[in-house]
């Protein structure tokens, strides 16, 4: 892979951000290291998706540093930060509906090259990964759920990303469903892109992540091996014995 | 004196400014509960005082605020009318969709009025026209006092409705969430289309009140929509309480203007505040949230 | 600067080539070739033919197609639809106006420096404006445009205000952007139309209208995959910017009149929506078919009943809009792209349904 030791692709020390009277991140911490996955779990309103909205841009932080491939990211625009390889999906999917599922994802493949011909060449190779490729020409509106959420990925796979923000890709899927998504997620990480994956259902992350963090209130409660974050009996109580979800 | 000139001033913005927070109002109220932004607003008021006009010309001076009788439940029906058959077509549609739907009605109504009326001003005269209340050298006209006070309490009633009735609650409810209420047994359908109404009513309220002392004619809406936008942005789109102070204050900032600047200024200051305040604080000057 | 120009130079030589290879006399036969050229034919070779009365006619639709398609490139593919065009066909018409009347420079300078100036205004809107969203950018480009009508109204020593400016009619002269007939005007104004479908293609097949498209469609997502939303919209402002004042110049060599209320007005702003939400937004041929739409039924109503009914036009417009919006928001390019489809499928020579 490259590089002889495992270094930290992306590096959040300390990030806060209040929203009027509510601190909703507190002295966040975090590294994901490349290629693994971080699996970030945490009660409903910890704060997770806030905390992907600060990392990408989309809000500013009161206080804090982000440091993503050795280079200060913060204060950076969402796309300046796409551009520098930090991709992000949303919890709920946001495709541009009026457009076929191939120019969905050729959005994306034009961050990195302006000649359409290029574009449509990634587009498609990136429908193949991820199982979609017979779907190119269908309207994005039309897709079920689980179609969507493999769009957002091949979206986001087309800016040739280092790292995925993974925001809730199980939210509303069944069984199989999930199953896929996860067998998908891993094939992606296995070619090279490190993940942070943020979700609720417990299985799936645990089957996921290499290692984990976990957030509630917006602060961070424990990090560490899966085994041991799920047995902390902090985790247990933050979620107020929800403990497992179905699977 | 310039003392006497600064409350002379200072008045006459108060006085104008009421009958924006009116307008202003009702088209907030109409944003908030429906989402659409009524660009056809002055259309309202402009039928509001041609029906005013023709009611006393036709019955040998009929006092507006007798007029009041007939204007106010006739613009509470065109409200209904206008929801019923062109805004509930496009409730669900885009936002642009609205905004075009309102334009269109509004060149419709200009236009229809110039069609039947002609383009000629009009303007009526009362018992009391040229009367007025003199305190040491400050002056206030008689019929603009009358639509001051009546702006004020049909304000008052509105926020009455708004806070205190089941019906203002489940208005309100709407507002902010119509899936929900219609979840708690709120007919959402009707609600807009009342709301729209009471509107309307307003709207035309205005109208009668403000054509003792005023011209009517078919384009005379436009003007008072365009500062009607300015308050309603500046006190927050849907923000009711917002559109009534920010009415004041742009009747304040207008007074001045015509007594500091010139007399046309009017329209350019409540243009320069609203851009200034879209730079700055979109959301508006009273408003707690962010867009 | 020069390596856009450079750019523009290579694209549109690269497109002519194409024309020029794929033009054998074989493609001749195919439907999809001839028919376009037979209404380009149409387009260049009958209007000699015709009286004044229809003359003035095409060059007002086509005048106002070009328009339309300039709004088109930012209100219809990138969905800011913004009601203040008037600010840059009036800046566009005065630049022009007045540089010809005070310093006698030919209005082709002052179409090209209104052209600039109108750019160097769309960045001040588009910095004021693009950072608001929906309703609130809509007013806010009508109150930009009333701000200057004002502006413009009230610097009577620049502009005459109200009065207005005329332009006198000097007799033919190309130089100075005059000619005695109306046939000159005509291919003038289908040459901006040609240029505005033109310009239209070439943003809308390439990187920088795909991320437009896609900013209108979900803003926040196309942030998320690296589309400088502010960058492109900018930009699709600006060339809108530029092609609206040219129209604008145009208008005021053809009218040779102009002034505040009818070039920076409210109702030029709507018109100039109008035809691309009639004729379809977002769509390559949707504000020609919007124009010929309008202009149509304005020269039926002002011909059939003339003055004693003023204002049935703009209440058919309204009312049309009306109509549009509820009923077809998608315009009726669509409806009528079928509707070619289906023709084109039944000519002789048609590919349709054929291995090649």
């Known amino acids: 892979m490259g590089r002889p030791t495992s270094m930290n692709l992306l590096e959040v020390k300390n990030l806060s951000k209040r929203f009027g009277g509510l601190q909703a991140i507190n002295e966040f911490s975090f590294n994901a290291e490349e290629g693994k996955i971080l699996g970030l779990i945490g009660p409903n309103g910890a704060g997770k998706t806030t905390l992907f909205n600060l990392i990408t841009g989309v809000y500013r932080p009161e206080s804090g ?65 991820v199982g979609l490729a017979a779907q190119a020409g269908v309207t994005a509106r039309e897709l079920t759920t689980i179609d969507q959420r493999r769009l957002e990925f091949a979206r986001a796979l087309a800016t040739d990303p280092k790292l995925i923000l993974l925001d809730e890709s199980m939210a509303g899927l069944n069984h199989a469903e999930c199953e896929i998504t996860i067998a998908l997620i891993k094939k992606i990480n296995e070619q090279g892109v490190t993940i942070v994956v943020v979700e609720h259902n417990m299985k799936a992350i645990l089957s996921l992540s290499h290692y984990m963090a976990v957030i509630a209130q917006g602060s961070k409660i424990t990090e560490g091996l899966p085994q041991e974050v799920v047995n902390d009996s902090r985790v247990v109580e933050a979620y107020l014995g929800k403990g497992f979800t179905k699977c | 004196m310039q003392v006497q000139i600064a409350i002379q001033v200072i008045i006459s913005g108060i006085m104008l400014g009421a009958i924006y927070s009116l307008l202003a109002m009702g088209l907030t109220l109409i944003f908030g509960v429906v989402q659409i932004v009524n660009f056809a607003h002055g259309e309202f008021l402009m039928i509001g005082m041609f029906i005013t006009f023709w009611l006393w010309s036709l019955l040998s001076g009929l006092d507006p605020l007798f007029s009041l009788v007939v204007v106010t439940p006739s613009l509470f029906l065109f409200g209904v009318i206008v929801y019923r058959f062109f805004f509930a077509r496009v409730i669900n549609k885009s936002d642009e969709a609205k905004i075009f739907l309102t334009v269109g009605l509004s060149m419709v109504l200009q236009n229809l009025a110039l069609l039947v009326f002609k383009a000629d001003y009009r303007t009526l005269k009362t018992a009391y026209s040229d009367l007025f209340f003199r305190v040491g050298e400050v002056t206030i006209g008689y019929p603009k006092l009358l639509a001051f006070v009546s702006a004020v309490l049909i304000a008052a009633g509105l926020a009455y409705l708004l806070i205190k009735t089941d019906f203002g609650k489940a208005m309100r409810a709407a507002a902010q969430d119509p899936q929900v209420a219609q979840l708690m047994g709120i007919n959402t359908d009707r609600i807009y289309m009342l709301a729209v109404g009471l509107a309307s009513a307003i709207t035309g309220a205005a109208g009668a009140m403000i054509m003792p002392y005023f011209y009517v004619f078919p384009m005379v809406g436009a003007h008072f929509t365009t500062t009607c936008f300015c308050v309603v942005i500046m006190g927050g789109l849907g923000n009711v309480k917002g559109a009534f102070w920010c009415g004041l204050i742009l009747g304040l900032a207008e007074s001045m203007g015509s007594y500091f600047i010139s007399n046309d200024s009017g329209l350019m200051i409540s243009f320069i505040l609203l851009v200034l305040v879209l730079m700055f604080r979109p959301q508006g000057l009273l408003s707690k949230g962010r867009i | 600067m020069k390596e856009a120009s450079a750019f523009i130079i290579k694209s549109v030589s690269i497109d002519f080539a194409r024309l020029g290879k794929g033009f054998n006399l074989t493609s001749l036969t195919n439907p999809r070739i001839y028919f376009p050229l037979m209404a380009l034919a149409l387009l260049l070779l009958v209007p000699p033919f015709l009286s004044r009365y229809y003359l003035h006619i095409l060059v007002l639709i086509f005048l106002f197609a070009a328009a339309g398609e300039s709004w088109n490139i930012i209100g219809g593919y990138g969905g800011q639809f913004s009601l203040g065009h008037a600010a840059f066909f009036g800046l566009g018409a005065y630049t022009s106006t007045m540089l010809f009347h005070y310093f006698e420079i030919s209005p082709w300078l002052g179409m090209f420096l209104g052209a600039l100036l109108s750019i160097c205004l769309s960045w001040g809107i588009g910095w004021l404006c693009f950072r608001l969203q929906g309703p609130y950018f809509v007013i806010s480009t009508l109150a930009l445009c009333e701000v200057l009508r004002y502006l413009i109204l009230t610097q009577r020593w620049l502009t005459m205000g109200a009065t207005g400016l005329s332009i006198k009619f000097k007799g033919q002269n190309p130089w100075l952007f005059q000619f005695t007939d109306k046939l000159t005007y005509y291919y003038i104004a289908l040459g901006l139309t040609l240029i505005a479908v033109y310009v239209t293609y070439k943003i809308v097949s390439s990187r920088l209208g795909h991320s437009l498209v896609a900013l209108g469609q979900n803003q926040a997502a196309a942030e998320a995959v690296g589309v400088n939303s502010v960058k492109v919209k900018q930009i699709a402002l600006a060339v809108s910017a530029a092609l609206t004042a040219m129209c604008g110049t145009f208008y005021a060599q053809y009218i040779f009149f102009i002034d505040p209320d009818t070039v920076f ?51 058919i417009y309204g009312g049309l809009l009306m109509a549009m919006v509820m009923i077809k928001p998608e315009g009726l390019a669509p409806m009528l792209g079928r509707f070619y489809n289906r023709i084109v499928a039944v000519m002789p020579g048609s590919t349709h349904g054929k291995a090649n």
């Open chain 1, 65 to 129: 540093n982000v440091m993503f491939d050795g280079q200060d990211i913060l204060g950076m625009k969402p796309h300046q930060i796409c551009r520098f390889g930090l991709c992000r999906t949303f919890q709920v999917a946001q495709p541009f509906s009026n457009m076929t599922v191939l120019k969905n994802v050729m959005t994306g493949a034009y961050c990195r090259t302006s000649d359409p011909a290029e574009a449509e060449e990634k587009a498609t190779a990136c429908l193949q990964r």
């Open chain 3, 265 to 315: 007005g409210l109702s030029l702003s709507t018109e100039l929506a109008l035809f691309a939400i009639i004729g379809g937004v977002g769509t390559l041929w949707g504000p020609v078919i919007g124009a010929i739409v309008l202009r149509v039924l304005t020269e039926f109503t002002s011909a059939n009943f003339g003055e004693g009914l003023a204002g049935i036009q703009l209440v």
